[in-house]
């Protein structure tokens, strides 16, 4: 889109330009991890809303 050419993004961002065609996947076969770290202070590592939150995006990520 807007001519940016060939890029590998993360397929979550792209899923609905893809559905809507805006975007055409041109390499189905080649994928790349992607890593996703949670990082907090020591004084939040403990917290329920912080563990609750990391639990939710390892569910979904």
Same mark, same amino acid.
């Not at 890029?7 to 559905?19: K, R």
């Not at 390499?27 to 563990?51: G, H």
């Given at each position: 889109?807007?001519?940016?050419?060939?890029?590998?993004?993360? #397929?979550?961002?792209?899923?609905?330009? &893809? #559905?809507?065609?805006? &975007?055409?996947?041109? &390499?189905?076969?080649?994928?790349?991890?992607?890593?996703?770290?949670?990082?907090?202070?020591?004084?939040?590592?403990?917290?329920?809303?912080?563990?609750?939150?990391?639990?939710?995006?390892?569910?979904? &990520?």
């Amino acid at each position: 889109m807007d001519g940016h050419g060939i890029i590998l993004p993360s #397929a979550w961002a792209v899923e609905s330009s &893809l #559905a809507q065609g805006k &975007l055409v996947r041109i &390499l189905p076969a080649y994928q790349q991890a992607a890593d996703v770290w949670a990082v907090t202070t020591s004084r939040l590592s403990n917290s329920a809303k912080v563990r609750d939150c990391v639990q939710f995006m390892q569910q979904w &990520l």
